[in-house]
């Protein structure tokens, strides 16, 4: 009895058998059948397919993009820092692309007209802005500040003194302030208190009473986003 091959199944004849045109036709046909078009082997390394294919069986440049199917190449299949900048065309990555959060300024204002800037990066958030003190007491006055958005927890607040402004009413812009010093009314410091994830006091200490005066101050906060 004949036996048959491994992988194709092909007919092996005994060498005491008669020859048989049929079975080379068979064995012939099978072997044809493997290499089709559309259904010979696939080289998955199942039986009859062939191994896969190993990287240094591909030519340099053999697989274009216009070969490989959305999604097709994954995160996980990319090594670390294996995509640098200088593989990505000019305005490759869009906005449209960016997490939300990432990058991009916000203008928006706050009390008393005072101006702000938002900025997300990541995990972190920077939000600024300037505001003002009603001058009202003989040592000290203090105003409250929102964060336009609260932060994940108290972030870092810097504050600094832009200067005074005495007039018909309170400052329209961060250009009324000045180097007002009528009667030697100096301040001597603003600085950030009760600071949490939502807002603080900006609180200014004088020498003397500022009554009718506006303290104007600028400030950053820094800390990590909600």
């Known amino acids: 009895m004949p036996t048959t091959t491994l992988n194709l199944n092909l007919t092996k004849p005994l060498p005491t058998e008669r020859y048989d045109v049929g079975g ?28 896969p294919l190993a990287a240094d069986g591909l030519a340099d440049g053999a697989v ?10 994954g995160a996980d299949a990319m090594a670390d820092a294996a995509v640098t900048t200088d593989k990505l065309a000019d305005a490759a990555i869009t906005a449209a692309k960016l997490a939300a959060n990432v990058g991009g300024i ?4 706050v009390q008393d007209g005072a101006g702000r800037s938002v900025t997300s990066v990541s995990n972190y958030r920077l939000e600024a ?5 009603t001058l009202a007491t003989l040592q000290s006055d203090e105003k409250a500040i929102t964060f336009e958005s609260p932060f994940g927890s108290a972030p870092i607040v810097l504050v600094s003194l832009l200067g005074a402004h005495a007039g018909a009413g309170p400052p329209d812009s961060i250009d009324d302030f000045g180097d007002y010093n009528a009667n030697h009314q100096r301040f001597s410091s603003v600085f950030a208190k009760s600071i949490s994830a939502s807002g603080f006091i900006a609180e200014t ?6 009554n009718g005066q506006w303290a104007g101050f600028a400030w950053v906060a820094i800390g990590a986003r909600a």
């Open 106 to 109: 916000e203008l928006t204002s």
């Open 64 to 73: 274009t993009s216009a070969k490989l199917a959305a999604g097709a190449v």
């Open 24 to 51: 080379v036709n068979a064995n012939a046909d099978a072997v044809d059948a493997a290499f089709d078009a559309a259904d010979g082997h696939r080289h998955d390394g199942a039986p009859g397919q062939g191994p």
């Open 205 to 210: 200490i004088r020498a003397t009473a500022s």
């Open 129 to 133: 802005g300037w505001g003002f003190i």
